[in-house]
Each structure stands twice: as structure tokens, then as C-alpha cells.
């Protein structure tokens, strides 16, 4: 189950709709497609199910608060790295 695709490029595009797969939002022509490339491409089969692990991994853990000086120190640093809008 090697991917048949020198350049990846369907690979790529695979890629950016495997959240939508996982959530059933494909049009069913897609998710065909996903679930056809994802049988025959080894690498894309590992990165679903990575990427299914994951979720699953964070739906365990569940929501943790971080410490507060943690916040305070995180939001300093998106202030000072955000850019200002444009006029």
C-alpha cells in the first residue's frame, strides 16, 4: 500500500479535508474519494489515524484551566507579536 503519486500532490489535497471526513461533512462523491486514496496510500492512512488518535486523546484529557501567570505571560507575547491592523 504504497502511494501511487510521485509528487503527493493528491495527497496534499487529501490532507485538508480529513478533519471534515472524520465529521461526515464530505459531499459523499468526496468521501469516497478520501476513503479510496486513504486504502491505497500507506502515509495518508497513518495520518488519519494519527489524527484520529488525537482526537480522541484530546476528548479524554478534557478542559484543563492553565495557571495564571502562564496566561498573563502568553498573552503579553501574542500582544507584542500581533500586528496592528491596517488602515
Do not use: W
Amino acid at each position: 500500500m504504497a502511494c501511487d503519486n510521485p509528487e503527493h500532490r493528491h495527497c496534499l489535497e487529501l490532507f485538508e479535508k480529513l478533519s471534515e471526513y472524520i465529521d461526515q461533512e464530505l459531499e459523499s462523491e468526496t468521501h469516497r474519494h478520501v476513503e479510496a486514496h486513504v486504502a491505497e496510500c500507506l502515509a495518508c492512512s497513518a495520518c488519519l489515524q494519527t489524527l484520529k488518535q488525537t482526537i480522541a486523546l484530546c476528548r479524554q484529557a478534557g478542559e484543563r484551566s492553565v495557571p495564571a501567570a502562564f496566561s498573563r505571560k502568553l498573552h503579553a507575547v501574542l500582544q507584542s507579536t500581533t500586528k496592528p491592523p491596517l488602515p
